[in-house]
């Protein structure tokens, strides 16, 4: 069992709607939890980055952290077709190597 | 600022060749991280350099995988007798000694072993 497990989608949705990305994980060890956003053929950009549980709003994006339940979340609002992209969770017991999940692929339709 | 940068983007070689990619971090960033990422794959760690030594190497696939970091700044990743199953996206990230989790990822170097 990998230690973050995502569904690799590919997730389809029209411009504008709600877009919930989810990731579980299996370490307690896990403290700080990221979301990276990675074009075709482009390094992955951080996204949202969150110490413990609790959820972190920016601007049409929001990360949740459940460590009850070993539940990571990334919300997008009014997706944009700009928005189609490779979506990376990623967790870190703080020994700083990232465990990254497989990776949601979004394709936002116009 | 210039961020993370890695040579070459892209290279192609035979099986047995060896092959270095290289990675230049964010000027003042102490530590520097490899991973690799295969077809449809998340990244997977390979090294972990904090200035120029490497604590964490639990990621070396094999004795075939090294890598150095110098002056605290470049480092090279080396693949010696390259196998088919080398071929993969090789990403470099890099981050501010003593400020948590937040890595920075370079383009990557995309190698293809023929």
């Known amino acids: 069992q990998k230690e973050v497990e995502q569904d690799p989608g590919p997730l389809s949705v029209p411009e504008g709607a709600i877009v919930s990305l989810n990731c579980t994980y299996s370490?307690?060890?896990?403290?700080?939890f990221m979301w990276y956003r990675q074009y075709s053929r482009k390094g992955p950009e951080l996204l949202m980055y969150t110490y413990s549980s609790g959820n972190k709003e920016d601007g049409r994006f929001t990360a949740q952290v459940d460590k009850s339940s070993k539940y990571i979340s990334l919300f997008i609002r009014d997706s944009q077709p700009s928005d189609s992209a490779t979506y990376l969770c990623?967790?870190?017991?703080?020994?700083?190597?990232?465990?990254f999940g497989s990776g949601t692929r979004l394709q936002v339709q116009p | 600022g210039a961020g993370v940068s890695q040579s070459p983007s892209n290279k192609v070689t035979e099986k047995g060749k060896d092959v270095e990619l290289r990675c230049d971090p964010i000027?003042?960033?102490?530590?520097l991280y490899w991973y690799r990422q295969s077809l449809g794959q998340g990244l997977e760690f390979l090294i972990y350099f904090q200035g120029n030594s490497a604590p964490d190497k639990s990621g070396l696939p094999s004795d075939r995988f090294s890598a150095e970091r110098t002056g605290g700044s470049v480092s090279t990743l080396t693949i010696q007798r390259t196998q088919q199953e080398d071929s993969a996206v090789y990403l470099c990230a890099s981050t501010p000694g003593g400020s948590g989790s937040e890595q920075f990822f370079g383009p990557g170097t995309r190698l293809t072993v023929l």
């Open positions: 000027s003042g960033h102490t530590a």
């Open positions: 370490n307690s060890a896990f403290q700080y």
């Open positions: 990623a967790a870190d017991t703080g020994r700083r190597a990232l465990t």
